[in-house]
């Protein structure tokens, strides 16, 4: 029993609960699993875990399918340290412990008149969790959740608290994208956006369209995504509506949105395909039915021709995979090892099902996306090593010389982080 090997951490806790996460593809038995309310808390057990040689991860959501958070040690769930802690909108800035959900923020957000400036497909992600892994939605002038990060305290790997802010830009830029290895989130800052409205506009246009209409579609939407389907089954997979009448294959189920100021007594709509609503009701969800995803960034200059590269992989070697595939924008920042660092770029993802030997079909991915220099996204499947790593992110050894400073006797790391910025 593992708990008898240690003495009791300084507060509530479990002992020998196993942890899956969402995709079912990921999962770990700590010897502790803690749940702190308090930053003192949090202060506590990782001084309890540095005192006791023992590793610690936090988690958020659960929401990554890569071993981020796996660990033997401490298992460290923020979900009770959530909330909002401040806004400022002079600067449309808003501060929130790390265990917030997203789906938590809009609406008091709103009320303070501000909207997060983008999100992904999904809200259920703990805003720590999205930060620590470049979680992005789609927009070629709009950055990752990575990329708002303005300022974060953090409990170090010495047992301290300590505050990164834009006075401190080599630790910021670490602390962009950092997967979870500098320490523990407590609170961070985000840059945020005066509060909008979205129109959106979902229609189903074949795929000569898509290609004819490419750049036009990136610059002219403040959102632009599309996903395309290889098969009629395809569509279902993600749970996606389709048009009555029509074949899905070669179609794409193609997201626009528009940023606008709505008068909500008169201008709302709940028209699915066509709502106008707070950003933050637009953005609501979740997927019911899990799936293994891997998703690849490339410059948004080659976007088109790894979209197609791909496309004819699956239309080839791997017609066996019937998940499509979607395409996504975001704008480059300067997290040192944001998939996006000084890059715009081009999303590529695409799943495989669960029990299922996907891995072949992923291999082959990886192989031919290595040709665009593409950057892996941090929570979902990859295949990056070291070597790679120094390779694609210019400032890779600054990052690791900051997580070093922070946490030098990687309190924070497991076997997938020591093995990648160890
Ligand atoms: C259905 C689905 C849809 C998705 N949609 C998108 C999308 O649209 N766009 C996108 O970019 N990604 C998407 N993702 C990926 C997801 O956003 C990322 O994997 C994200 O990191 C998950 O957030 P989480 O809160 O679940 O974090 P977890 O998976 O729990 O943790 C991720 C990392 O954050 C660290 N962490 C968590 N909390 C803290 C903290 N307080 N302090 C320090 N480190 C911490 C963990 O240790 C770990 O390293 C999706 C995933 C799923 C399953």
Redo the contacts with the bound molecule.
């Keep these: 029993m593992p708990n008898a090997l240690y003495p009791v951490p300084p507060i509530p806790h479990g002992t020998e609960q196993k942890w899956t996460?969402?995709?079912g593809n990921q999962s770990c038995t700590p010897a502790f699993t803690v749940r702190p309310k308090t930053e003192q808390e949090v202060l506590d057990t990782v001084r309890f875990a540095i005192k006791e040689g023992l590793p610690v991860?936090?988690?958020?959501?659960?929401?990554?399918?890569t071993p981020?958070?796996q660990t033997g040690g401490i298992l460290m769930d923020?979900e009770g340290l959530a909330g909002l802690t401040g806004t400022d909108t002079d600067k449309n800035r808003v501060r929130m412990y790390?265990?917030t959900r997203i789906s938590d923020v809009g609406a008091p957000l709103w009320d303070k008149g501000l909207s997060l400036s983008n999100q992904?497909?999904?809200d259920?992600?703990?805003i720590?969790?999205?930060i620590?892994?470049?979680?992005?939605?789609s927009g070629i002038d709009l950055g990752?959740f990575s990329s708002a990060l303005r300022w974060a305290k953090i409990v170090n790997g010495h047992g301290e608290i300590v505050e990164v802010g834009e006075d401190q830009l080599r630790e910021l830029k670490a602390a962009q994208v950092?997967?979870?290895t500098l320490?523990?989130?407590?609170e961070v800052e985000l840059q945020a956006s005066p509060a909008y409205h979205i129109v959106e506009e979902i229609t189903y246009p074949l795929w000569d369209d898509v290609e004819r209409n490419w750049e036009e579609n990136i610059r002219n939407n403040r959102h632009y995504s599309f996903i395309w389907c290889q098969e009629e089954g395809s569509a279902e997979l993600y749970e996606l509506p389709t048009p009555k009448g029509e074949s899905m294959v070669n179609r794409t189920y193609t997201k626009k949105y528009r940023a606008a100021n709505l008068d909500e007594a008169t201008e709302l709509s709940s028209v699915e395909g066509a709502r106008k609503d707070r950003a933050y009701n637009i953005y609501a969800g979740?997927?019911m039915i899990p799936f293994h995803?891997l998703?690849y960034y490339v410059p948004a200059e080659q976007g088109l021709e790894a979209v197609k590269a791909v496309q004819n992989l699956l239309q080839t070697t791997h017609k066996d995979q019937k998940y499509p595939l979607e395409v996504r924008w975001v704008k480059g920042d300067e997290g040192y090892i944001s998939p996006f660092y000084k890059r715009d770029t081009t999303v590529l993802s695409v799943s495989g099902a669960p029990g299922t030997d996907y891995w072949p079909y992923l291999r082959d991915l990886d192989a031919l996306l290595e040709d665009f220099d593409a950057r892996p996204?941090w929570?979902?499947i990859h295949f990056m090593t070291r070597e790679r790593m120094q390779r694609h992110f210019p400032e890779y050894d600054t990052f690791v010389q900051v997580r070093r400073e922070f946490d030098p006797n990687g309190v924070f790391l497991n076997d997938h982080?020591r093995a990648l910025v160890g």
């Design positions: 996460n969402w995709g991860r936090a988690v958020g959501a659960g929401h990554s399918f981020l958070v923020l790390g265990g992904g497909d999904i259920k992600q703990a720590a969790g999205a620590s892994t470049g979680t992005h939605g990752s950092a997967l979870g320490g523990i989130f407590l979740g997927y995803e998703e996204h929570g979902k982080t």
